[in-house]
């Protein structure tokens, strides 16, 4: 479960709010979809629930763990996968692994496992030996997927995990984020495939200009459940502009 | 040449701008850092008017002599190509950018243009502060007229060209060859400090032929001063005025800064502008008909020959700060930016314990050497390993860029390291650990040279080494903490990241600090050895000495680990 309340941000170079006042609560086995035009603040959420940034007010629950309180066991409970892929490139893929699992504290033998279980499944088994710098731009999204899921975390995060995914890929990776769902975990992930999420999520928000427009289960959403989750999000963004 | 222009303004602005943003109290960090710039410059002021006036008297003994002038404008381009070989390299020829541009619409040789424009615009920096503290004491103490003074800005502007030049043909097959070792990081980065070390002594190789170390063939100086002194400069002449010719554009410039009259000002100026206009075509003919390759080299550097290898893979269980350690090594190591930066800097002092040998060690003209005198002194085993002590501080601190840049270098990485559910505390030990490491071994190979070479009793340097283990791991919190407060992130170019960051200058004053409080404790002992000539006072000081550094790692280790979640907290990724 991730919880925020009142959740504001703004950086240091800017004069404008980047996240203002949100609350929200997304809870366990369910797949929450964000949307939201660039620069919306969809980044800067996920950074804050990750603990990469800090919030200036409010505060942040992970599974009931105050961020601020206590971030170390917050993180812990947190699997995430990056936008910018920037995974260590002069290390090999099972050198990072390795890293993350030491991180986490995942004992060898559990890794391999699930190293071997997720590396099957997104057919990376013969690149982990390789140079990450040697990676493509979907393999690197594969290798972040991998190392967020090997410490079977309770609450996953992605933003923008579909991007560079070949369609093999991306379908495995939407059975895992149900799979995790199932299990009775959080799934939050941040997209601009609206088909995709529209799809995939139990529920969605949208964030515009920092503050959250809308949030409900798309049917609650849709007036008069016509209207395709693509207009819709076009109207509701288009008023803040 | 708008698009040149719009390069080259890009260019120049991005290696100084940092991403990252921190949240300060902007009265505070003003006031920080204009204390710290005063600090700075109450402690190496007299490092640095002791070079302007030895040259000033240089200039006085030499007179307005074209063929010392030139030795010096060398000496310049010689220091501007030591300190600015690898800039060319990582501007030039490893950049991060060439794939974002050679996907604009401009043409590769304009890229390549505006890439050594700025490599030539950052040399000046260098160049400034060479003339400043070389040529501009040298024309006062030589007396040289107007001329000399309204010709030093154009010397400014050219000398930089043949550096830039001498850097390219030093720089292409070089990189070449490290683009054709491919994926083995290791080798590349060794590589790249073996090229450095050869540069230095080639660099020391040069000096010491042309007799600027080793002294006149004449006798003593304390028998007959005046006659030294005159073989001296009378022998540096003659041998400069064989080689100083070979070096033309040098030669004419300074021929025309020392004239006394309008044409010969006007010959020489002239001349040298035209030989400088003439290395510049040849520094294009030489590097552009390959600027695209030069480019695309950058881009390949990291995305071709991926091996095929089957997925048999071990893993190890390792305790957290372990497997950072070892996975911040592999990383740095193998960054074609970072890895040269972060390990040279071992290399630096065992190559001036070298270099000190054969300054203090010759002897002239069968006479004892200046090492042999020193040596025979019931002092030398007291004074000589804290003065290379001090050295060995100030050196490494200043050098290490592990520890200089712990948080910077991990630029955009940054943001993995915060996702982590790891104390950032533990994450810095392992960071300091790693950089007092590296520095470790640099002190090692000192120790054991000045133990070989010196004739310093090995006890004394595994003492020296045990103090340097302290006084590094302390230093190195403190230069952590300083990059931890503000990091320069988000950078495509490391080396110039640098360039303009004060905390190298920051490590300085924290390692003059470290050895000033060192010296100022062990004095007592040595004097105390002096009068009573006993043995336990040294094994005093030296324990003393351990027990500084054991408290001055605990406090330096406490205050960065109190500070740590604070300031990394702050960063804005």
Known sequence: MIRLYNVSKTYAKASQKAVDGLTLEIKDGEIFGFLGPNGAGKSTTIKMITGILTPDSGTIEINGVNLAENPIAAKSLVGFVPDNHEVYETLKGVEYLNFIGAMYGVPSAALKEKIDEYASLFEMKNALSDMIGSYSHGMKQKLSVIAALVHEPKVWILDEPLTGLDPQSAFQLKRLMRAQADKGNTVFFSSHVIDVVEKVCDRIGIINHGKLVAVDTLDNIRADGKVSLESLFLTITADGE | MKKYFALVGMLFVQQYKSRAAI???????????????????????????????????????????????????????????????????????????????????????????????????????????????????????????????????????????????????????????????????????????????????????????????????????????????????????????????????????????????????????????????????????????????????????????????????????????????????????????????????????????????????????????????MSISPLYQAIAPMVILAYMAFIGCSTNVLGLYPVSRENKSLCILKSLPVPFGKILLAKVLLATAVMLVSDFLSCLLIVVLFGVKWYYGAAMLAVMALVGFGSMCVTTLLDLKEPHLGWDNFNQGLKNAKKSWAAMLVAFLCVAALCVCSVPFIVLYALFDGWYYLLLMWVLDMGLGVAYSAVAYKVMNGKASKYFERIEV
């Open chain 2, 23 to 373: 949240k300060l109290n902007n009265k505070k960090k003003r006031g920080g850092t204009a204390v710290l710039y005063v600090l700075l410059a109450v402690c190496f002021a007299p490092l640095a008017i002791s070079v302007a006036v030895g040259i000033y008297f240089l200039g006085k003994l030499f007179g307005a002599n074209a063929y010392m002038g030139s030795f010096l404008l060398l000496i310049c381009q010689g220091l501007v190509l030591m300190f600015g070989i690898h800039a060319i390299i990582s501007n030039v020829f490893v950049v991060k950018d060439a794939d974002k541009l050679l996907c604009l619409p401009v043409r590769a040789h304009v890229i390549i243009l505006a890439k050594f424009t700025v490599a030539y615009l950052n040399e000046l920096i260098t160049t400034f502060v060479s003339v400043v503290f070389l040529l501009l004491p040298f024309g006062i103490g030589a007396g040289a007229g107007v001329g000399f003074y309204l010709t030093l800005p154009f010397a400014l502007f050219l000398i930089p060209l043949l550096p830039l030049l001498v850097g390219t043909i030093i720089a292409m097959p070089f990189s070449a060859l490290i683009a054709a070792i491919g994926k083995n990081s290791v080798l590349r980065t060794i590589l790249r400090i073996l090229i450095y070390v050869a540069m230095m002594a080639l660099y020391m190789y040069a000096m010491y032929s042309l007799g600027f170390f080793t002294g006149a063939n004449s006798g003593n100086f304390f028998e007959n001063p005046e006659v030294y002194i005159r073989d001296l400069t009378q022998d540096m002449e003659e041998r400069l005025r064989g080689v100083m010719p070979y070096f033309h554009p040098d030669y004419m410039l300074m021929s025309s800064m020392v004239a006394t009259s309008f044409g010969d000002w006007a010959a020489g100026f002239f001349a040298a502008l035209g030989e400088n206009a003439m290395l510049i075509a040849l520094l294009f003919a030489v590097s552009l008909p390959f600027c695209r390759r030069i480019l695309a080299m950058s881009v390949e550097d990291g995305s071709a020959r991926r091996k095929k290898t089957v997925g048999a893979y071990k893993l190890k269980n390792r305790s957290v700060v372990r497997e950072f350690m070892r996975v911040d090594f592999k990383r740095t190591v193998g960054d074609a930016q970072v890895g040269f930066q972060s390990f040279a800097g071992i290399t630096v002092m065992p190559v001036i314990v070298v270099m000190l040998y054969f300054v203090l060690g010759l002897s002239n003209n069968g006479n004892a050497s200046f090492l042999e005198v």
